[in-house]
């Protein structure tokens, strides 16, 4: 009998798509659905962008240079220097999107049976691919009562074994919107350092700040061997299916091991490297993107508002990015609450759909009573998103409490 991979077994599936397929069929039913569950703002990509998809002169659609096309590493050089980062060709590589240059990152640094320490609760896909290349995820617990910033380094310290061999997490995060301090980020440096250890910072939301300024990686010299920088195109540009993004490190030994998985899977797409080129060559480039802050920075104060009127609701107000967690201690377990929504549950036609929290956790049993919402809607429909999540709770709890009766 064919069998498939053990590993492809242990997979779980993303908290945030695997659900998707219950919207689908509520919206069949003639439910309208509010996606609060994805990433996936509503924001129009700029118009610099989709012209330089548009009018890219090519009549031959080869392959892409392996390292990524020698205009768009050049705009990508720029970028970075705008922001005070100074960078060589030989020190970025274009990706297909963020998601293959941590899985590079990860495969590039670690062996199987290597462990890396990540923050939980964090983007699932970092456990996917670390599940994929036999890497044992070791979790750093954070708590939504600190807002979720990471415990004292001595917590930490402790963690660190012969087999670790990374420290991977997101600034500012997704999935809970926190936004690590200059002297966090020095302490996970000094960590690095007296361990040995590589330092893989996923930075694509990193204009979206409404509190304080972001801390890159690669703003810490002692980190020269040690940082990789991941980013992404994606959200400061509204342009999600557009996978470019970008992989920066200084150590020039692992760049080496980079460009051999670079040529492995050929090129990234050439027309969204192309059209970044466009987008990044329009001298208006960054009003576009502090318009798009202030649009997410408008969101998250709405959205925050709207959620103090669900009773029991815990959470703290988002740094940057546009997520937030939000633990609802009434909830037994989110992921049933979901179905809950999509398969039973409408207000006047209308059902809210957000992630379920565990699957953001490698801990078990954490994230039961949680759930994360991205604000990429406009904010009317935010409010009224609120409103059906706050009557589907209560109808979720009523129904529970009702069962527990039957049962007693």
């Given at each position: 009998?064919?069998?498939?991979s053990e ?16 919207a ?40 892409a ?7 768009t ?9 705008d ?9 970025l ?38 599940l ?16 979720f ?63 304080g ?15 990789i920088?991941?980013?992404s ?24 091991s ?40 408008s ?56 992630a379920?929290?565990?699957g ?19 904010e ?9 999540l ?19």
């Amino acid at each position: 009998m064919l069998d498939v991979s053990e590993r492809t077994k242990e997979l779980k599936g993303s908290p945030i798509r695997r659900l998707v397929p219950l919207a689908v069929a509520a919206k069949k039913r003639g439910i309208e659905v509010y996606h609060l569950n994805i990433g996936q703002p509503d924001i129009p990509t700029p118009r610099s962008f989709m012209e330089g998809v548009r009018n890219a002169k090519i009549d031959v659609l080869s392959y892409a240079p392996a390292r990524g096309i020698p205009v768009t590493i050049d705009a990508l050089i720029g970028f970075y220097s705008d922001m005070e980062i100074a960078l060589t060709e030989d020190e970025l590589r274009v990706t297909i999107g963020g998601s293959e240059a941590f899985a590079f990152s990860l495969q590039a640094t670690c062996n199987p049976g290597d462990e890396v320490l990540i923050p939980e609760p964090f983007y699932p896909n970092y456990y996917g691919h670390a599940l994929m290349n036999g890497i044992k995820v070791v979790p750093i617990t954070t708590k939504i009562e600190d807002g979720f910033h990471l415990p004292p380094i001595e917590e930490i310290d402790v963690l660190v074994t012969p087999r670790t061999k990374a420290i991977l997490f997101s600034t500012p995060s997704n999935p809970t919107g926190v936004a690590y301090t200059r002297d966090e980020m020095q302490s996970i440096a000094d960590l690095a350092i007296k361990h040995d250890l590589y330092v893989i910072s996923d930075e694509p939301y990193r204009e979206l700040m409404y509190e304080g300024e972001a801390v890159s990686i690669l703003e810490f010299p002692e980190l020269h061997d040690n940082a990789i920088l991941v980013d992404s195109i994606s959200k400061r540009l509204s342009a999600c299916g557009a996978r470019i993004g970008t992989l920066v490190t200084r150590n020039r030994e692992l760049m080496k091991s980079i460009d051999k998985l670079c040529m492995i899977r050929l090129s990234a797409p050439t027309f969204e490297q192309l059209g970044l080129v466009a987008f990044l060559n329009d001298p208006n480039y960054k009003e576009d993107i502090a318009a798009m802050r202030t649009k997410f920075h408008s969101r998250r104060d709405t959205l925050y508002e709207a959620l103090q009127t669900i009773p029991g609701g815990i959470s703290r107000t988002p740094e940057g990015a546009f997520y937030v967690f939000v633990k609802f201690p009434q909830l037994d377990d989110s992921e049933e609450f979901v179905k809950f929504m999509m398969n039973d549950f409408n207000l006047d036609g209308e059902t809210t759909m957000v992630a379920p929290g565990a699957g953001f956790y490698a801990t078990p049993g954490r994230g039961n009573d949680e759930v994360r919402i991205a604000y990429v809607l406009e904010e009317p429909k935010l409010i009224r998103a609120v409103e059906v999540l706050k009557a589907g709770i209560e109808a979720y709890v009523e129904q529970r409490q009702r069962v527990t009766a039957a049962a007693g």
